[in-house]
């Protein structure tokens, strides 16, 4: 029986870590394409919607320089466990121009550079922790 025991502990603690890996991942990503996005008077920065299930569709017509509520979205929007669907979208008509280095601010995008930092840290932690 302890065995048994010892083996659904470590599928739960093994499940639940997973699900604060994927949510982290998230947060990093969704708040790094937020920082990363350039700012003239706030719109661009403040229209990163987050969802779940689906991409949001239209503007929000947040200004939000800074991106502080843009970012506590992602906070309060990213579900705790894995296995979700979380969408960041932007519909300002000029930020795929900005993503595609329209902007002399952000010449290499947001979403782009992030998902390539992601991709660099997520390969280096499975070269460091190879069992």
Known sequence: MAFADDVRKFSVAAGESS???VRAVTLSLFNGIIRDTPVRDGRLRGDWQTTVGQPASGENGRIDKGGKAAMAEVVAKTPAGAGQETYISNSMPYAEIIEN???????????KRNMDR????LKKAIRDNKV
């Open 19 to 21: 699900d604060g890996i």
């Open 101 to 111: 280095g329209g902007s002399q601010k952000a010449p290499e995008g947001m979403v």
């Open 118 to 121: 992601i991709a660099r840290n």
